[in-house]
């Protein structure tokens, strides 16, 4: 893919593909290091790429993005002004048929972008922001320091959706975080992509937050950001409860909002578990009233 900045070496994963990969790879022997896997999962093809890297910083870039031509040279203008930061990542374009040119920049769609500054190392506690909130969004905008990854391992391969939001976490207990405002990819969305399993995609952000709350309790409880933790496992709890209710599974819904409110009593949490079950509540009745006229 065509870059304003040369990369240093290109690693290329094959993952199993069972296209025409390795025949389109072949026109480009000598200029990138090719290697191959038996479908292993991204997580497995990203570490072995990050274990063959030799370069300062990596790059990701996940077979269905595309990289704007400026992508690379940009974020080595940032990397280059902010040396000591070990995580940067860009804003980028998704596929939205809700809006007139079917097109949206990643960021527009974030819940808690006023807690965010751009362009420069993140006022705000990285670690708190992405607990928050995964603003980061796909691998394909991230550059890490390679002393990032060294200090913090490598993607955890047995979870299949949110290996990204788990490893960003990691990062964020080690470095600071450049967010560039511009957007500098195109990630295509179809049917195959692993984001296109939203309850699974939901449930998974759940058990990262859980795991990181058993893992790393200590220091969230010192860093005052359990509760926080806690709250966001309860609106993702919320969100899954409505997939199940708008999918017809009402019952399995209604039983998940009691257990979610139920599991973190606060009032926080009681402002989120009132108008979530007064509206579905709402609509039940709405419901029976309209098929017994």
């Known amino acids: ?25 072949d026109a480009y022997e000598g200029k990138i290091i090719r290697m191959r896997m038996r479908n292993a999962g991204v997580s497995a093809a990203r570490n072995a790429g990050m274990r063959k890297a030799t370069g300062d910083y990596v790059a990701f870039l996940d077979h269905d993005d595309i990289w704007f031509e400026a992508r690379l040279r940009r974020q080595v203008d940032f990397i280059r002004q902010y040396p000591e930061t070990g995580f ?15 097109k949206r920049h990643h960021f527009s769609r974030l819940k808690h972008l006023k807690e965010m500054n751009f362009d420069e190392p993140l006022k705000t506690n990285f670690f708190e922001l992405l607990i928050k909130e995964n ?19 490598f993607f ?17 207990l080690v470095t600071s975080a450049v967010v560039m405002s511009e957007g500098l990819l ?27 709350i058993r893992s790393h309790g200590v220091y969230l409880k010192q860093s005052e950001l359990l509760n926080t933790a806690y709250l ?52 039940l009745l709405l419901l029976d009233r309209i098929r017994h006229a």
């Open 88 to 102: 940067f990542c860009c804003d980028h374009i998704l596929d939205d048929p809700s809006v007139p040119d079917g």
């Open 135 to 153: 603003f980061v969004g796909t691998a394909s905008a991230v550059v890490l320091k390679k002393q990032t990854i060294q200090k913090v391992g």
């Open 1 to 25: 893919m065509r870059q304003e900045y040369r990369a240093h070496e290109i690693i290329v994963v094959d993952d199993g593909s069972t296209d025409e990969t390795l025949s389109e790879l």
């Open 232 to 283: 966001e496992i309860a609106r993702t709890s919320y969100s899954i409860g409505n997939f199940l209710f708008d999918g017809g599974r009402k019952r399995e819904a209604f039983k998940l909002y009691a257990e979610t409110f139920l599991g973190f009593k606060t009032w926080r949490n009681l402002a989120l578990f009132i108008p979530t079950v007064f509206k579905k509540t709402c609509r």
């Open 156 to 172: 955890n391969v047995r979870n299949p959706i949110s290996q990204d939001y788990d490893y960003w976490l990691r990062c964020a």
């Open 186 to 212: 195109y990630k295509r969305k179809h049917d195959h992509n692993l984001s296109g399993d939203l309850i699974g995609m939901y449930s998974d952000h759940k058990v990262v937050l859980s795991n990181l």
